[in-house]
């Protein structure tokens, strides 16, 4: 049986609040990375590359707070 504080909460609570998974595993600093580069995505909507970094950003940290 697997673990649901390893798997599929902080998958979950990743998918409506990116870094919060990383943060529920103890990846403090992994979150913070992720925060610094949503930020820098939502700046560079501006220039329309950031909609896709960002999308890009927010599907990797949703599948490393589920597997890693």
Do not use: E, H
């Not at 501006?46 to 589920?66: E, H, R």
Request: charged share 5%.
């Amino acid at each position: 049986m697997s673990n649901n504080r390893t798997y599929g909460i902080p998958a979950l609570l990743s998918f409506f609040i990116p870094g919060l998974g990383q943060v529920i595993k103890g990846d403090i600093f992994k979150a913070i990375g992720i925060w610094t580069v949503l930020v820098i995505c939502w700046f560079l909507q501006f220039i329309l590359i950031g909609y896709l970094l960002g999308f890009i950003v927010w599907i990797w940290q949703i599948y490393d707070a589920y597997n890693n």
